[in-house]
């Protein structure tokens, strides 16, 4: 039987700082700052892409509510790979993939945009005392940031600041917002996809609609499963109820980079993969949400006992399993040897919101299944170089 991947060593606390970061952003400038004088040395032990992705990753939890958080981090990444794939040389690469990381990370959070420089100068300054040519750094330089002005430009055209004027429906059966409270994400559908022809491409069936068997099956199975839930069964609930999935996925990756020894080129085609693959899971995981405003269990049952937060948004289908079945499957390509634990990570995930009482099995299954579509789209895109940069 396989188990979830455990957090260890350096990633597990990196995991912890991420954790805490999240919440207490007043820290999250101060990880940043401490970090921006140990990325150029951990460079020498690692590609620098897992550095700067390291980096990142505190900084993310601020994009507006679950799930937002994949777009920086596809930004990132993307430019990563880019910025890779136009340095020739190791060094050369190395440099451009930093000058890129900065400059888009510095559009993102510009109230640390200093930092991310300082971080840049650091790893040029160790670039010159390996012995790189100026002339070569320069150069490596400007790749870099034509790079990230190239994604910049992207990121401004991508719709993601669009404000959603909508109305929440109503009706017998219809998910209903939180008292005095928008819903959330309800823009994210609009926002332009990496991989994705439209975000209703993969737009499941609708749900069983209240009133039939289908759907007193359904909510009956979630009633039983929150009445005879086990303690362990508790514990994954709000252990993955409070895990940001984005970073979670992300730590995962850099650490079997890590273990497999990957080296630059690889280590950014992973992340691209993963990150892309959660962004667009992502777009349409919410396309289906606001197109069937499908009513969440404890709204249909109010006396369920819902031990987490419950996340402002309808139903169906289930973002934890879009997002973790999304990143399962990409990382489970790359390193085949992982792929049961993988799975298996995802396949808690998504049962964790069945015993937490606020999912459906069918929200977990269906989110699955897009995660896994829109990962396959990303892997081609990615690894084939097609991604679309132009605004």
């Known amino acids: 039987m396989t188990t979830p991947l455990r957090r260890t060593g350096r990633g597990g606390a990196l995991a912890l700082a991420a954790s805490l970061l999240l919440a207490a952003p007043a820290v999250a400038q101060h990880d940043v700052a401490r970090a921006r004088t140990t ?20 900084l993310v939890g601020g994009h507006g509510g679950t799930g937002m958080a994949t777009r920086p981090l596809a930004l990132l990444s993307v430019a990563q790979q880019v910025a890779s794939l136009e340095a020739k040389a190791p060094q050369a690469r190395e440099v451009a993939v930093a000058a890129a990381s900065a400059g888009v990370l510095a559009y993102l959070y510009p109230a640390e945009a200093s930092h991310f420089r300082d971080a ?12 790189m040519d100026a002339a070569v750094a320069a150069s490596a330089d400007s790749i870099g940031r034509a790079v990230a002005a190239r994604v910049i430009a992207r990121a401004k055209a991508d719709r993601s600041d669009a404000a959603w004027r909508g109305t929440v429906p109503t009706g017998t059966g219809l998910w209903t917002s939180a008292a005095g409270a928008a819903p959330v994400g309800a823009s994210w559908a609009g926002i332009r996809p990496w991989v994705l022809t439209a975000p209703e491409q993969f737009r499941p069936a609708a749900p069983p609609a209240v009133g ?7 909510l ?5 499963a929150v009445r005879h839930r086990t303690p362990a069964q508790l514990a994954s609930a709000r252990k ?9 996925w992300n730590e995962v990756a850099t650490e079997l980079i890590a273990r497999g020894g990957l080296a630059e080129p690889k280590a950014a085609e992973v992340l ?26 404890s709204q249909a049952d109010t ?17 934890h399993a879009c997002l973790s079945a999304a990143a399962a499957e990409v990382l489970g390509a790359f390193f085949p040897a992982q792929r049961d634990t993988l799975d298996a990570t995802a396949q808690e995930v998504a049962d964790s919101r069945l015993y937490a009482g606020v999912h459906y099995r069918l929200d977990n299954d269906v989110g699955m299944e897009i995660g896994r579509k829109v990962a396959r789209l990303a892997m081609v895109a990615v690894t084939q170089g ?6």
């Open 39 to 58: 990325v150029a040395d951990d460079a020498a032990h690692g590609p620098i892409t897992v550095h700067w992705n390291a980096l990142a990753r505190p």
């Open 303 to 319: 006396t369920l006992d819902v031990p987490v937060m419950l996340p402002n948004f309808p139903a169906y289908p289930s973002g």
């Open 272 to 297: 691209a993969a993963l990150n892309v693959a959660l962004m667009d899971a992502n777009i349409a995981c919410f396309d289906a949400k606001y197109a069937y405003w499908s009513i969440r269990p």
């Open 386 to 391: 097609t991604l679309e940069l132009a605004p």
């Open 220 to 224: 009956a199975e979630v009633q039983q």
């Open 240 to 248: 993955w109820a409070e895990a940001p999935m984005a970073g979670y």
């Open 120 to 131: 840049l100068r650091a790893q040029r300054t160790a670039a010159a005392r390996a012995g």
């Open 212 to 218: 039939t068997r289908a759907f007193a099956a359904d």
